[in-house]
């Protein structure tokens, strides 16, 4: 167990809807990476958040947003979806700037479905 | 453009064989990170290596850095069907404590 929670563990929606996921870093961890994992694209980074603040944004659609919380939790939007958003969706968390270990732990996914 | 490539994409090989995968970064750091990844499953951390010259074994895996060559090795010892995986490598950059830049993954297929 990483310490990194995800949730929910599966969605199944339909192409058009909005859904919100859910993650919650480690105990004591500021940083938190939001990626997308599909068959064809690989591992694709989304966005960074640390302490509250977006840091660095990667190939992430305009439809979809996220936000960290002042308790450190983090929310991944995803609306209008299209059959192509089907993924699964990884969270990680990382203690961040001012230390040397930036190693980051996974949470165990959300697995979306858009049908 | 920060890039970090891994090669080979793809290694099938039989048990009790070595190989290596090779992990090259573009920037410049001496922070990398190995993960493994089983199909389906989330990506659990194998190695962290913050120095030049920095080596790490855990059973059958070795990993290595060479901050200079910028390039990282992964090696795999008498292979076993249990390590079948794939394994990524990821990279923070030396002007950033916020950033892990991936490597595309191996999918390694050991054959009993």
């Known amino acids: 167990d990483s310490g990194v929670t995800q949730t929910p563990k599966h969605l199944i929606t339909a192409t058009g809807q909005r859904v919100t996921l859910r993650c919650s870093p480690r105990?004591?961890?500021?940083?938190v990476y939001w990626y997308q994992q599909s068959l064809d694209q690989g591992l694709q980074f989304l966005i960074q958040?640390?302490?509250?603040?977006?840091?660095a944004k990667g190939n992430i659609l305009e439809r979809f947003s996220a936000q960290q919380f002042p308790d450190l939790h983090s929310e991944l939007n995803l609306s209008s979806l299209e059959l192509g958003d089907s993924a699964l969706y990884f969270c990680?968390?990382?203690?961040?700037?001012?230390?040397?270990?930036?190693?980051?732990?996974f949470g165990q996914g959300t697995r979306l479905t858009v049908v | 453009e920060l890039k970090v490539e891994q090669n080979p994409l793809f290694l099938s090989m039989q048990e009790g064989k070595n190989y290596t995968i090779y992990c090259n970064y573009s920037t410049t750091s001496d922070r990398l990170y190995w993960y493994r990844q089983d199909p389906g499953k989330s990506l659990e951390s194998l190695f962290v290596?913050?120095?030049n010259g920095a080596v790490k074994q855990e059973g059958r895996l070795m990993a290595s850095l060479d901050t200079k060559a910028r390039l990282s090795t992964l090696h795999i010892t008498a292979a076993v069907h249990d390590l079948s995986a794939t394994y990524f490598c990821a990279v923070t950059p030396m002007d950033s404590n916020y950033q892990l830049i991936w490597g595309a993954g191996t999918k390694l297929i050991i054959k009993p």
């Open positions: 290596l913050l120095s």
């Open positions: 105990s004591g961890d500021l940083s």
């Open positions: 990680a968390s990382s203690v961040g700037a001012g230390v040397v270990n930036t190693e980051a732990f």
């Open positions: 958040y640390y302490n509250g603040e977006e840091r």
